[in-house]
T-cell receptor
Framework: SQKIEQNSEALNIQEGKTATLTCNYT??????LQWYRQDPGRGPVFLLL?????KEKRKERLKVTFDTTLKQSLFHITASQPADSATYLC???????????FGQGTELSVKP | EADIYQTPRYLVIGTGKKITLECSQT?????MYWYQQDPGMELHLIHY???????EKGDLSSESTVSRIRTEHFPLTLESARPSHTSQYLC?????????????FGSGTQLSVL
C-alpha cells in the first residue's frame, strides 16, 4: 500500500542545535517533494521544493535532501531558534497539477 | 503573506444545518483546492478546481460540494451537517512556478457539528 511516514513523536531540541526531520514513503514515485511549515490553527506555509534529480537544496538555514533510492527526504534546520517551533509537513508532488499528498507532520519544539 | 482568505475561522452548528465555507484569493490563480485535516493527521484533498466551471473530487470521499463561478471564489457547501463532518477545512490555491506548483493556504475553518 502507499504510505508516507514522518517522525510521529515530537522532536525537542535546544536552541542553536540542528533539527533533522525525516520523511519516508513507499510505493510512490514523486517527481518533486515539498516541505511546509504549519503553526497551530493556521494553514501550512511553503518552505522548499526539491526535484527527484536533485540531491540537496538549501535556503538560508534550511536544507533538504532527497534520496529516491531510499525513498526518503531529510529536512534540516541549522542554528535552530524558538521561533522555528512548529509542525513540519512533507508532501509528495506527483506532478499532477498541484494535487499534493501530505504526511502527518512532525512537531518541532526548540527550547531556549 | 498569501492573499487567500477563509471565513468563518470557527463555526459551531447543530446537526442537519446547511453551511457554506467561503474561500477567496486575490492572486489570480486558476487552481484551487479544499483539504480536510483532523488534529495530528495528514491533510486530505477533498475537492479541486483548475478553473472557472471546473470542479473535481479529490482522493478523500466527502459529502460536501463545491462551485467555481468566479476565478477568485471557491466555496464549499455541506447540505446537512453531521458530527462526522467536524474537522478543519483548509483552502489553497496554486500557480506553476519555475519548477512546479507550490500551494498557498488560507488560515482554515474549524468546523464543529454538535
Amino acid at each position: 500500500s502507499q504510505k508516507i511516514e514522518q517522525n510521529s513523536e515530537a522532536l525537542n531540541i535546544q536552541e542553536g542545535k540542528t533539527a533533522t526531520l525525516t520523511c519516508n514513503y513507499t510505493n510512490y514515485s514523486p517527481a518533486y517533494l515539498q516541505w511546509y511549515r504549519q503553526d497551530p490553527g493556521r494553514g501550512p506555509v511553503f518552505l522548499l521544493l526539491i526535484r527527484e534529480n536533485e540531491k540537496e537544496k538549501r535556503k538560508e538555514r534550511l536544507k533538504v535532501t532527497f534520496d529516491t533510492t531510499l525513498k526518503q527526504s531529510l529536512f534540516h534546520i541549522t542554528a535552530s531558534q524558538p521561533a522555528d517551533s512548529a509542525t513540519y509537513l512533507c508532501a509528495l508532488d506527483m506532478d499532477q497539477g498541484g494535487k499534493l499528498i501530505f504526511g502527518q507532520g512532525t512537531e518541532l519544539s526548540v527550547k531556549p | 503573506e498569501a492573499d487567500i482568505y477563509q471565513t468563518p475561522r470557527y463555526l459551531v452548528i447543530g446537526t442537519g444545518k446547511k453551511i457554506t465555507l467561503e474561500c477567496s484569493q486575490t492572486m489570480g490563480h486558476d487552481k484551487m483546492y479544499w483539504y480536510q485535516q483532523d488534529p495530528g493527521m495528514e491533510l486530505h484533498l477533498i475537492h479541486y478546481s483548475y478553473g472557472v466551471n471546473s470542479t473535481e473530487k479529490g482522493d478523500l470521499s466527502s459529502e460536501s460540494t463545491v462551485s467555481r463561478i468566479r476565478t477568485e471564489h471557491f466555496p464549499l457547501t455541506l447540505e446537512s451537517a453531521r458530527p462526522s463532518h467536524t474537522s478543519q477545512y483548509l483552502c489553497a490555491s496554486s500557480v506553476r512556478g519555475r519548477t512546479n506548483e507550490k500551494l498557498f493556504f488560507g488560515s482554515g475553518t474549524q468546523l464543529s457539528v454538535l
